[in-house]
């Protein structure tokens, strides 16, 4: 019995002594495992980590490429609107260009047109002339047709000259031509004969206009007549009031020396 006691807690002793010996070696085991296992788990988190950066970055790869894209396109589109843009801007300057030519071109004619009016009006309007030392206002056509009747006088053509400034007198009876063409008037009369009607003529002349610068002439003209008509004595009385009314005149020097054949 005492054997047997004493053995047992020999076995036990035996046994803790080997527990003790081999703990160092489980416990070596023991932290290499987990060291094993720290590092395979930051192994995986680090892939995991690198997984999921990778995953974002082709994310954000995918959508940089999908903004790029439509940065492509709202660049061609923007490309597309700037060719239009210019197209269309051409196209109007081409507009302004014709427009401007066509403004020129209507702006000439319109120059053209008021010259042409001015022209035309320049034919109505009023100028003035200066006859037999009188200077007056007077139409263009009056002009014009009292010049065209003292040629037809000059050519010799008196008879047409007559009919000529005797039309005159009745177109422009306020004209200051009228004194003019009454005198001339009675000369072609006096050319063609016509003393009685020359005559008259002469006197509506020196009644309307007794200052005209030929007033003296006409004064002398009736008396010529009359000498024509042998009215010798009427043709006196003229002659003495001519001397009288225009003693400056030269035809006043006429009168005188026809004074003295008459007596």
Known sequence: MRTAAVVFPLRLLAAAA?????????????????????????????????QM???RSAEELRKLGEE?????????????????????????N???????????????RQKDIAQGVDERLRQFEPVKVAVDGKEFQADPAE?????????????GKFPEASTAFAGFVRQYPRSGFVPSARFWL???????????DAIGNFKQMLADAPGHARAPEAALSIANCQIELKDTRT??????????AYPQSEAAVAAKERLSRLK
């Open 18 to 50: 080997l527990s003790v010996a081999l703990l160092p070696s489980a416990q070596a085991a023991i932290f290499e495992d987990g060291e094993a296992r720290r590092a395979i788990l930051e192994m995986r988190q680090r892939v995991d980590g690198l």
């Open 53 to 55: 950066s990778s995953q």
């Open 68 to 92: 790029n894209a439509q940065l492509r396109r709202s660049l061609l589109d923007l490309q597309t609107q700037i060719e239009t843009l210019r197209a269309e801007q051409a196209k109007l």
């Open 94 to 108: 081409g507009q302004n260009e014709q427009l401007l030519r066509d403004v020129g071109d209507l702006q000439r």
């Open 143 to 155: 002009k014009r047709d009292f010049e065209a009747a003292l040629a037809v006088f000059r050519s």
């Open 186 to 196: 009675g000369n072609a009369q006096y050319a063609t004969r016509e003393y009685k």
């Open 235 to 244: 043709a006196r009385k003229t002659l003495e009031d001519l001397v009288r």
